[in-house]
């Protein structure tokens, strides 16, 4: 574990702003929509936390919009995906048997339950497809929403066994974006006859006479009511679950959902006090598959469930520690919305990002460790690293490969979560985020931000790299030293440094030990005379590759 990075995250939290102080203790108004200041730190604190990364061009756009504006337009869904995953593994020799050919989709096409090879290869290409979609530019939380929603359904195809084909999990990434901005109820349900998720955790199996626990429980401890101290479900509860969802299961002709009568148990189901002693009357032949309605309905009657979801959505995007302050006046009223919506999704995100609790740098600006994802591609957003044109579809699918694997080597790699229970860093207490850091996966972040800033990261000759000169161009007045660190620590920091920190970063790297702000000025000014001049180039991107590796090698910048 570093110990200076976790010291900065405790640090971080106690230099508070004049504004900040005033609301340490109690917090009585901690949804009331936030009517301070909208500027530069406010919209880069939201961009970081709802998107993958701060922008320079977002961070001026957001600028013309009210924050009302902007959190609406963030909470806009964006269009499904134009791509589908392709056939990127007809290489070294190798051809998919069933005759799709390079760069041709695979979806529509079926496979055998005994070729394993060819499923496993149809995997990887949806993980690269899926990390894809996560890179692509936008200014909606659909996709980092998606990443939370298959965090709370955690599955893990890397363990999923060989009968769960890369469709049924393409399927399921679909599920979780169709239903990420829209209504939980219906999304629960939606996971509940996913093929993939039967699958996963039984539901195949789950037959009269022979029931399978596993899912029932889960959807219980993990998905609704959770393991609070007000969550009183029992044992019996999960076996009565379990007995609801018998018959749900899979084709194995068509490798669809569907109801299996046959297989279902058409007792009634008797369930604790903690469900008000609720009896789901059981149905035979088709009618049986309306029990799973009854079921939810009964799961959703119960006040906790909001309050898990809340207390889920808070650890993500806010702060793991949710004191007795924060479940009275943040998690309580915002699990009232929640159910005073239907549980609709949109609504409570929203009343979040528009209050005053949220942009409340004491409870919730540099105080987080960055996911290995958004370590990964806030990087990759921020600086603007060029991309291939997606038309291009060997050098698209070799980038993404690339930072597919930085992001996997630092522990998180989107369709392979270690427990049912999510990503260790959102829910393992009392480390929490801590989690993302140790002594490899710290020295692996600063490998990769030192590669991208020297001579990028290759694969398949294809070359992700950052160019700190069109990076810093984009700001208001680069050839001012003093300007050019504030505005890109604007962006790439959330943790304030001090004016000497700032000072000796311009000497020692900008000033190349010169004492004039000048000596960076005249370099600047002599390179945009002539971009094409070698010498004069040469200059000016050597002292900004410093300048910029110097950034990154803070233990501040892995914070958000």
Not at 94 to 111: E, K, R, S
Not at 189 to 195: E, G, M, N, S, Y
Not at 345 to 359: A, G, N
Not at 491 to 512: G, H
Request: aromatic content about 12%.
């Amino acid at each position: 574990m570093n110990e200076t990075l976790l010291t900065k995250t405790t640090v971080a939290k106690q230099q508070l702003s004049p504004a900040a102080k005033k609301l340490q203790g109690p917090l009585t108004e901690g949804l009331q929509e936030y009517s301070g200041t909208w500027d530069t730190p406010q919209i880069v604190h939201l961009l970081k936390r709802t998107l993958f990364g701060a922008k320079q061009k977002d961070i001026q756009y957001f600028k013309t919009k009210t924050l009302s504006q902007a959190v609406d337009e963030i909470l806009q869904p964006t269009t499904a995906p134009s791509s589908v995953p392709l056939n990127n593994y007809n290489v070294n020799g190798y051809a998919d048997p069933t005759g799709v050919a390079l760069w041709q989709t695979w979806i529509n096409t079926g496979i055998s339950l005994a070729d394993t090879e060819l499923n496993r290869h149809r995997i990887d290409s949806l993980k690269t497809w899926w990390l894809g979609q996560a890179v692509q530019p936008s200014r909606s939380i659909h996709e980092k929403l998606t990443v939370f929603w298959h965090n709370h359904f955690a599955t893990n195809i890397n363990n999923s066994g060989d009968k769960i084909k890369a469709r049924f999990w393409y399927d399921h990434y679909l599920t979780l974006r169709q239903n990420a901005l829209g209504n939980f109820k219906t999304m629960a349900k939606a996971i509940t006859l996913d093929p993939a998720m039967l699958y996963f955790l039984n539901g195949d199996s789950n037959v009269k006479g022979s029931p399978n626990e596993n899912y029932a429980r889960e959807l219980q401890e993990l998905y609704t009511v959770g393991k609070g101290p007000n969550s009183k479900y029992t044992e019996d509860d999960v076996k009565a679950a379990a007995l609801v969802l018998t018959g749900h299961t899979v084709s194995p002709t068509t490798f669809t959902y569907f109801f299996d009568a046959g297989k279902h148990d058409a007792t009634n189901k008797e369930f604790s006090s903690f469900y008000s002693n609720k009896i789901i009357t059981g149905f035979s032949g088709a009618n049986g598959a309306s029990e799973v309605d009854a079921l939810l309905d009964m799961i959703f009657s119960q006040e906790e469930l909001s309050k898990h979801i809340c207390r889920k959505i808070y650890r993500f995007f806010i702060y793991y520690k949710i004191d007795s302050s924060i479940e009275q006046t943040v998690i309580t009223p915002l699990a009232q919305i929640f159910r005073n919506n239907n549980y609709a999704i949109q609504p409570v995100l929203s009343t979040l990002f528009k209050s005053k609790h949220f942009y409340d740098l004491v409870y919730s600006s540099a105080c987080v460790i960055k996911s290995p994802l958004d370590f990964v591609i806030d990087l990759c957003n921020e600086y603007n690293v060029v991309m291939p044109d997606t038309s291009n579809n060997e050098a698209t699918y070799a980038v993404w490969q690339s930072i597919q694997n930085e992001a996997s080597e630092m522990q998180q790699e989107l369709g392979a979560i270690p427990e049912v229970a999510g990503w260790y860093a959102y829910y393992q207490e009392p480390a929490f985020h801590e989690l993302w850091v140790n002594s490899s996966t710290y020295t692996r972040r600063n490998i990769f931000t030192d590669r991208m800033i020297a001579d990028g990261i290759m694969n398949n000759n294809q070359t992700i790299v950052i160019d700190p000169i069109a990076f810093a161009d984009q700001l208001a007045n680069p050839g001012d030293p003093n300007l050019l660190i504030n505005q890109s620590l604007e962006i790439l920091l959330r943790y304030p440094l001090s004016e000497s920190a700032k000072e000796f970063i311009k000497r020692s790297i900008l000033l190349s030990g010169q004492l004039q702000d000048y000596y960076w000025t005249n370099a600047w000014d002599a390179y945009k005379v002539d971009t094409s001049n070698p010498g004069t180039k040469a200059i000016v991107l050597s002292r900004l590759k410093s300048f910029y590796k110097y950034i990154m090698n803070l233990p501040e910048y892995h914070l958000c």
